[in-house]
């Protein structure tokens, strides 16, 4: 269903700080769940063609920021963030998905029963788009920007530099001053994005989940 700004308590302050940017509506599963989940909203996203550890390390800090009661946020697709979701949804939490396209379908579209699952056990799913809508680069990164938007930090996992939304959705976070939090990175090449950002000091390492959640 559509949540059209303002809405009074459904609308999510947060995007307040997107400025003229901030969009007129958004469409929503789960719609009237949002303001308790975006109050304490955490972003974990990274590569959707991750390395095995970037897929461990998103299962790992993903259940601890769960369990800790900050929502898990992501994108639903493969890799990081598809990761992400299932572990805090094994955790018994409810996560918030922000999808690069319409909200009858998943992207990618074998991701459905990850869609359905989401809303179903009392989180929401929202995007800026109608359904119908297909994913784009244009989508991936305004939806990107949506995503640092809507949470208090972002932990990027891992992320190739100059060719990921993870990596708009960090540059953006900085931009918006949102805590932007990084576990070290590998010596992958899909981890240069990351290393870049730890380098330049715009992020911040985490060497676990107990470090990250002291500073959210």
Not at 54 to 79: M, N, S
Not at 172 to 180: F, G, I, K, Q, S
Not at 186 to 206: I, N, P
């Amino acid at each position: 269903m559509p949540v059209h700004h303002p809405l009074g308590q459904v609308w999510p302050a947060a995007l307040a700080d997107l400025g003229p940017d901030c969009p007129l509506g958004l469409w929503a599963r789960g719609g009237d769940q949002l303001p308790q989940l975006t109050v304490s909203a955490v972003a974990v996203t990274g590569n959707r063609n991750a390395t095995e550890q970037a897929i461990t390390r998103a299962q790992v800090f993903a259940t601890a920021i769960a369990e800790a009661g900050h929502t898990v946020t992501a994108t639903l697709a493969c890799g990081v963030d598809a990761a992400a979701h299932r572990a805090a949804a094994l955790a018994g939490r409810a996560t918030l998905a922000v999808l690069p396209r319409g909200l009858d379908r998943a992207h990618p579209h074998d991701h459905a029963q990850l869609l359905s699952s989401v809303p179903a056990t009392g989180g929401a799913v929202v995007s800026l788009y109608r359904p119908g809508t297909e994913a784009s680069g244009a989508t991936l990164r305004a939806s990107a920007t949506l995503l640092a938007a809507l949470v208090r930090a972002v932990i990027l996992i891992e992320a190739l530099d100059h060719a990921e939304a993870a990596m708009h959705t960090a540059q953006v976070a900085a931009d918006l001053h949102r805590p932007l939090l990084a576990p070290p990175a590998t010596k992958d090449v899909r981890a240069d994005g990351s290393a870049r950002l730890l380098a330049e000091q715009r992020a911040v390492l985490v060497p676990d989940p107990a470090r990250a959640l002291a500073l959210l």
